[in-house]
Nanobody, 117 residues
Framework: QVQLTESGGGTVQPGGSLRLSCAAS????????MGWYRQAPGKQRELVAT???????NCADSVKGRFTISRDNAENTVYLRMNSLKPEDTAVYYC???????????WGKGTLVTVSS
């Protein structure tokens, strides 16, 4: 069974930076798209950024210019570098990966990012 494991969450002051990582394991499936969603307290889960095997990216307007998504296709790993963090970035960040065939989506358990002074 596919398992997505996130790491890199934590607490940081406004203006700080964090780097999230997510590795897919337990399967030889190819993931056409990998990325990150987040859910803040009392709010709906929203897209942060996604990236395809070809390197095409899609980022939410709220994070453009501050967050950078990248991936290592050989290792089925996706990264999210977050700079200039704001309190409104506080959320549980979930890794997601979608298979090329059948377009099945998998989710990680989430990692908490807290931006506070």
């Amino acid at each position: 069974q596919v398992q997505l494991t996130e790491s890199g969450g934590g607490t940081v002051q406004p203006g700080g930076s964090l780097r999230l990582s997510c590795a897919a394991s337990g399967s030889k499936l190819s993931f056409g798209s990998m990325g990150w969603y987040r859910q803040a307290p009392g709010k709906q889960r929203e897209l942060v950024a996604t990236i395809t095997t070809g390197g095409s990216t899609n980022c939410a307007d709220s994070v453009k210019g501050r967050f950078t998504i990248s991936r290592d296709n050989a290792e089925n790993t996706v990264y999210l570098r977050m700079n200039s963090l704001k309190p409104e970035d506080t959320a549980v960040y979930y890794c997601t990966a979608q298979t090329t065939t059948f377009r099945i989506r998998y989710w990680g358990k989430g990692t908490l990012v807290t931006v506070s002074s």
